[in-house]
């Protein structure tokens, strides 16, 4: 049978599940058997498997195990987990292989696959692209494969991640996880670190009060609402698999997570000066003034979190992070990207300091940034148009005004902005960013006069 190619994503994969080419039961079965064999050619014959809470993920997920056992990869069911977790439990357990079934912030009916072949390692696109050829050529191994199951990993991660921080004073945090996985974990620890939660969408269900993703809008608007109705002192938002992170000051202000890093860039400074923080090319002007300030080495890279984690561990970085909300707390824990660990750290930052979470933001460096914006545009042509607008964008500005390392971010005398494919749905993804409202204006419609010229791009935006 044919796969649809686009569910092939740069990094992870993701389809519907009530679509024939997409995560139907004979592509679940073919991705998980070349899965297998791309363990075997690296000497891996086990494997960890979990998913989200999403009901039909338990489906995903058995057909994942038979698929898997009958290639010959020992399985090893840890159930219904974060991501975080599902890094944590490779630790664990001491296993390279493991496959968790999530589908991250993407509308209940999808699902998808994200594939470890070492402790923190993800698929990268050289990768993917392994293991489609591997599909193509149904270059299957065969086997028999065991089972067992392990039920207690929350326990280890909860005592592991309660050990490595420590609160000062009780914060009150509104937690919101959009009806997604975090809410069966994410206030429990909150609660057992001291904190007092108050719980807004927690339940796990598939109808959503918001899109869990603390990267739009809504998620964000309903944590700013519910951190003035309670009165809380931040509110904490994840997506639906527990690593991205989102938050509100107190008075509903949204910290935008570039600025989240800026804290935790602070913290982990001061005990290891000189350090490196690889951050994505999304990311406001204010963290390498801030990170250099503070004594540290900044380092621009590309959007995505298996390229952000990659560097990060080429480089020895002791932090590291999306604007999107994946952070790397790297100093003093493993290598992954975890949502409830760098909420924990802000919250210990928060702790050591009288001042209220917006009189903190206030201090630093400033600048008005847009929302991540998403135009519409095809998979199959979003990233020749990219090359494009790059090209444009050089010809107009000249080469020294454009950084190309992932898309166009083109440097403006009071700011930038930025242009690139985005990795997980068909569009363009663009962020705006000036020391004021007017120049904010102005380097937005400088994209859009540009984008205008591309028919297969759409002119509706909405946040990302």
Same mark, same amino acid.
């Given at each position: 049978?044919?796969?649809n190619e /686009?569910? =092939?994503?740069? %990094?992870?994969?993701?389809?519907?599940?009530?679509?024939e080419d !997409?995560?139907?039961?004979?592509?679940?079965d073919m991705?998980?058997r070349g899965?297998?064999?791309?363990?075997k050619?690296?000497?891996?014959?086990?494997?960890?498997?979990?998913?989200?809470a999403?009901?039909y993920?338990e489906?995903v997920?058995e057909?994942?195990?038979?698929?898997?056992?009958?290639?010959?990869i020992d399985?090893?069911?840890?159930?219904?987990v974060?991501?975080?977790?599902?890094?944590?439990?490779?630790?664990?357990?001491?296993k390279?292989?493991?496959?968790?079934i999530?589908?991250?912030?993407?509308p209940?009916?999808?699902?998808?696959?994200?594939h470890a072949?070492?402790?923190?390692?993800?698929?990268?696109?050289q990768?993917m692209?392994?293991l489609?050829?591997i599909i193509?050529?149904k270059?299957?191994?065969?086997g028999?494969?065991a089972r067992?199951?392990?039920k /207690?990993? =929350?326990?280890? %991660?909860?005592?592991?991640?309660l050990?490595?921080i420590?609160? !000062?004073r009780r914060?009150?945090?509104?937690v919101?996880t959009?009806?997604?996985?975090?809410g069966?974990?994410?206030?429990?620890?909150?609660?057992?670190?001291g904190?007092v939660?108050?719980e807004?969408y927690t339940?796990?269900?598939e109808k959503r009060?918001?899109?869990?993703?603390?990267?739009?809008l809504?998620m964000l608007d309903?944590?700013?609402h519910g951190?003035?109705?309670y009165?809380?002192?931040?509110?904490?938002?994840?997506d639906?698999d527990?690593d991205?992170?989102?938050?509100?000051?107190?008075k509903?202000e949204v910290?935008w997570?570039?600025?989240i890093?800026?804290?935790?860039a602070?913290?982990?400074?001061?005990?290891?000066p000189g350090?490196?923080?690889?951050?994505?090319?999304?990311c406001?002007?204010?963290l390498?003034e801030?990170?250099?300030?503070?004594?540290?080495v900044?380092v621009?890279?590309k959007?995505g979190h298996s390229?952000?984690k990659?560097?990060?561990? !080429?480089?020895?970085?002791?932090l590291?992070?999306?604007?999107?909300?994946?952070?790397?707390v790297?100093?003093?824990?493993?290598?992954?990207d975890?949502?409830?660990f760098?909420?924990l750290?802000?919250l210990?930052y928060m702790?050591?300091d009288?001042q209220?979470?917006s009189?903190?933001?206030?201090?630093?460096p400033?600048?008005?940034?847009?929302p991540?914006w998403?135009?519409?545009c095809?998979d199959e042509k979003?990233?020749?148009?990219?090359e494009?607008?790059?090209?444009?964008?050089?010809?107009e500005?000249g080469?020294?005004?454009?950084?190309d390392?992932?898309g166009a971010r083109?440097?403006?005398p009071?700011g930038?902005?930025?242009?690139?494919?985005?990795?997980?749905v068909p569009?363009?993804v663009l962020?705006?960013?000036a020391?004021?409202?007017e120049?904010?204006k102005?380097?937005?419609?400088?994209?859009?006069t540009k984008?205008?010229?591309?028919?297969?791009?759409?002119? !509706?935006w909405a946040?990302g």
């Open positions: 049978m044919a796969i /686009n569910m =092939f994503r740069e %990094y992870d994969i993701r389809g519907r599940i009530d679509h !997409e995560m139907s039961p004979e592509a679940i991705i998980s899965f297998a064999t791309f363990l050619r690296r000497g891996i014959g086990e494997a960890i498997v979990a998913c989200d999403r009901p993920s489906t997920k057909k994942t195990i038979q698929a898997l056992m009958g290639s010959g399985v090893i069911d840890i159930g219904v974060l991501v975080p977790m599902f890094y944590f439990s490779q630790y664990q357990l001491k390279k292989g493991g496959v968790m999530t589908a991250s912030h993407n209940w009916g999808w699902s998808g696959f994200k072949y070492d402790y923190s390692t993800t698929f990268i696109p990768d692209q392994e489609r050829q193509e050529k270059d299957f191994s065969t028999s494969g067992q199951s392990y /207690n990993i =929350f326990d280890a %991660y909860k005592k592991d991640v050990g490595r420590h609160l !000062e914060i009150k945090v509104l919101d959009g009806n997604g996985t975090g069966l974990f994410l206030p429990d620890l909150l609660r057992a670190a904190c939660v108050i807004q339940n796990v269900s009060h918001h899109e869990a993703n603390p990267s739009t809504g309903a944590m700013s951190v003035r109705e009165g809380a002192d931040i509110g904490i938002g994840v639906d527990g991205r992170l989102g938050a509100v000051d107190e509903g910290i997570p570039d600025r890093l800026i804290l935790l602070r913290l982990i400074l001061a005990i290891k350090g490196k923080v690889v951050f994505d090319v999304k406001t002007a204010a390498p801030d990170i250099l300030a503070h004594g540290g900044p621009m890279w959007t390229y952000i990659a560097k990060a561990k !080429e480089v020895g970085a002791v590291a992070g999306e604007r999107s909300g994946h952070i790397y790297r100093e003093g824990y493993y290598e992954y975890d949502a409830t760098a909420a750290k802000l210990e702790s050591r009288k209220t979470l009189e903190i933001m206030a201090k630093l400033q600048y008005v940034t847009s991540v998403h135009a519409p095809a979003k990233y020749a148009v990219v494009r607008l790059v090209s444009s964008f050089k010809n500005y080469v020294e005004r454009v950084n390392v992932n083109v440097s403006f009071d930038w902005g930025l242009v690139r494919a985005s990795s997980n569009a363009l962020v705006f960013e020391k004021t409202d120049g904010l102005k380097i937005e419609e400088v994209f859009r984008l205008a010229q591309f028919p297969d791009v759409g002119s !509706e946040s």
